[in-house]
């Protein structure tokens, strides 16, 4: 009888479990611009552009089970004021999660998600910088958690800020 009983709770746990897969990950958008070509490259050979890099998340729900995160990333060089080049990159990654506790699901989408992602997006920009002219774009790894708990004090503060101007004093 106990042989009955174990493929029932072998299956009923194996239902619990936490699963996470990558259903696929894909460039949504793709820029490059490079405005001046002749006249960056000659003021590029000596002297070196200032770079400025905006990375963002956004992750949303797309069918029960299924989740989209998105990581935009836009590099922008400029030499003397003047634009060299501007790349920007949407890639994203679809994941299918199941039993994973709402209270860890934020924290996934928003550290782990695209931490696994990061490095494909990076050679993106690092291959269009390159094909663009340019020496490969070679972006630092980047704390996900790190930002995600700075995102999340910033909530706080603003939220605590919030409340204490609602308060009224007779």
């Known amino acids: 009888m106990s042989d009955t009983n174990e493929p029932k709770e072998a299956e009923a ?12 990950q894909y460039i949504k958008d793709l820029s490059f611009e490079n405005p001046t070509p002749a006249q960056t490259i000659q003021k ?9 890099i905006n990375v963002n998340l956004n992750a949303q729900q797309v069918a029960e089970d299924i989740f989209e995160v998105d990581l935009k990333i836009t590099a922008t060089a400029l030499s003397n004021e003047e634009t060299a080049f501007v790349a920007e990159l949407l890639y994203s990654g679809l994941y299918g999660i199941k039993n994973l506790p709402q209270d860890q699901l934020q924290p ?4 782990e ?6 490095p494909f997006a990076r050679r993106i920009l690092s291959d269009v ?12 790894p980047i704390d996900f958690a790190a930002l995600y708990h700075q995102q ?15 308060i009224v004093v007779n």
């Open 129 to 140: 910088t390159r094909d663009g002219g340019f020496p490969p774009l070679m972006l630092e």
């Open 152 to 166: 999340m004090e910033a909530q706080a503060n603003a939220e605590t800020e919030a409340k204490e101007d609602d």
């Open 113 to 118: 998600a695209p931490r696994q992602i990061f």
């Open 44 to 52: 590029l050979a000596s002297e070196k552009p200032t770079m400025s």
């Open 108 to 111: 996934f989408l928003m550290i």
């Open 13 to 24: 746990a194996a239902s619990n479990e936490i699963q996470i897969n990558i259903l696929g």
